[in-house]
């Protein structure tokens, strides 16, 4: 009896699927208000205006790249800008060597003042950027100072200069009115006005009595 060998096919190994990772934090420009209103599209835009030494840059990886440096700082991530200023204050250096060279090799003297004028500033912007640079390594401790408002809510009039003795030469407001009051009162010399006097018969009618 002949016995015939099957040999049971290999089962193919299924291959597996390739997975897609969705880039979540990659900013989409779908719409030209949303292109106006990004702050990372703006920027972006305003480094590849002035970047034309690198070539042409791909605006989209640019907003990634950027928005990725900015969520850093964001983070408390200061590197970035520490090496930022360090690398402006470099540069400011060199112009300011550049102007100030330029300016020793001038003759005349209207083109060596306006080069050791720039190169003045440069040097004045270079101290600026370390000092921006050193008040971000080592912030200066803020102090929080409580002022009492003197112009707002009740008020307190101090007038205990009203029993200073006189020969001082300092009366109380009160008591100037008070005198002036009195002044206005005496004005007759003593003689006060009463409802209740009866009245003196006049010369007129000698004849009439004054009424009892």
Not at 39 to 55: D, E, H, M, R, Y
Not at 76 to 105: H, I, P, W, Y
Not at 113 to 130: D, E, I, M, Y
């Amino acid at each position: 009896m002949v016995t015939k060998k099957t040999t049971a096919k290999k089962a193919l190994a299924a291959t597996p699927a390739k997975q897609v990772t969705p880039v979540a934090d990659k900013p989409r420009l779908s719409k030209p208000h949303e292109i106006v209103l990004s702050t990372v599209t703006q920027n972006a835009v305003g480094i590849l205006s002035w970047s034309k030494f690198a070539g042409e840059a791909d605006l989209q990886e640019l907003c990634t790249d950027l928005d990725k440096r900015i969520d850093k700082i964001k983070d408390g991530d200061m590197s970035s800008v520490e090496a930022m200023l360090f690398g402006q204050a470099k540069v400011l250096e060199t112009m300011f060597t550049s102007l100030a060279r330029r300016a020793a090799n001038n003759d005349g003297l209207k083109q060596f003042q306006v080069n050791l004028t720039l190169a003045l500033k440069a040097q004045a912007q270079c101290r600026s950027t370390l000092e921006a640079l050193a008040e971000i390594k080592n912030p200066r401790p803020v102090q929080f100072v409580k002022q009492a408002n003197m112009t707002t809510g009740p008020q307190q009039v101090n007038n205990a200069y009203a029993s200073t003795p006189s020969h001082s030469g300092i009366q109380s407001r009160t008591g100037n009115i008070q005198s002036e009051q009195n002044k206005l009162l005496e004005a007759d010399h003593g003689n006060y006005l009463d409802t209740r006097a009866q009245g003196a018969a006049g010369r007129v009618n000698p004849h009439m009595a004054t009424v009892g």
